[in-house]
T-cell receptor, first 114, second 115 residues
Framework: GDSVTQMEGPVTLSEEAFLTINCTYT??????LFWYVQYPGEGLQLLLK?????DKGSNKGFEATYRKETTSFHLEKGSVQVSDSAVYFC?????????????FGKGTLLTVNP | DVKVTQSSRYLVKRTGEKVFLECVQD?????MFWYRQDPGLGLRLIYF???????EKGDIPEGYSVSREKKERFSLILESASTNQTSMYLC??????????????FGNGTRLTVT
């Protein structure tokens, strides 16, 4: 079945540091890939997405590139802020058949210190 | 903006009680989902529904049931609550289809404690 593996946290950075959170996937067919973010006390919200190989999703200074050859979708940000402290989830949606659901990774807690 | 509202933020129930978790969305979405979130395990799908009165089991349906009598409302039912059902429960909705045309919209969650 489909699966998503993301780096274990927690990740602790200082403000303005460079961020990478690794995500790899296993899936049949041609999945779409997502990063969701969960701020403290809130539900998840979509951060960015990519639908096909070499697509780059971006939002709020975050980027991730769909790499089919390495089955990866790593999340990056050049300069993190305290307000980026949250849990980040990598996820995939498989377009094959009638699969409506997302498969999530376990989440990575990011803490950014001033 | 899509709003997914979960009726309770915190719930404390006793073992053996029947528990109802309610979720309402205001964007006329066909798809609705219940996940549970546990530390170290991420999000696991319990049930989802792609239409009124339709439901499908997710990855961990045991001990749970659901009800979808109206399009906007999706209820999760714990028939006889147990301590291992202590968790954060997240409801979500999406429009039909898969992939980028249908990102999930989540509620803020219900933290359930079973004592």
């Amino acid at each position: 079945g489909d699966s998503v593996t993301q780096m274990e946290g927690p990740v602790t950075l200082s403000e303005e540091a460079f961020l990478t959170i690794n995500c790899t996937y296993t899936a049949t067919g041609y999945p779409s890939l997502f990063w969701y973010v969960q701020y403290p006390g809130e539900g998840l919200q979509l951060l960015l997405k990519a639908t096909k190989a070499d697509d780059k999703g971006s939002n709020k200074g975050f980027e991730a590139t769909y790499r089919k050859e390495t089955t990866s979708f790593h999340l990056e940000k050049g300069s993190v802020q305290v307000s980026d402290s949250a849990v980040y989830f990598c996820a995939l949606s498989n377009s094959g058949g009638s699969n409506y659901k997302l498969t999530f990774g376990k989440g990575t807690l990011l803490t950014v210190n001033p | 903006d899509v709003k997914v509202t979960q009726s309770s933020r915190y719930l404390v129930k006793r073992t053996g009680e029947k528990v109802f978790l309610e979720c309402v969305q205001d964007m006329d979405h066909e798809n609705m989902f219940w996940y549970r979130q546990d530390p170290g395990l991420g999000l696991r799908l319990i049930y989802f529904s792609y239409d009124v009165k339709m439901k499908e089991k997710g990855d961990i349906p045991e001990g749970y049931s659901v009800s979808r009598e109206k399009k906007e409302r999706f209820s999760l039912i714990l028939e006889s609550a147990s301590t291992n059902q202590t968790s954060m429960y997240l409801c979500a909705s999406s429009s039909p289809g898969t992939g980028v045309n249908s990102p999930l919209h989540f509620g803020n969650g219900t933290r359930l404690t079973v004592t």
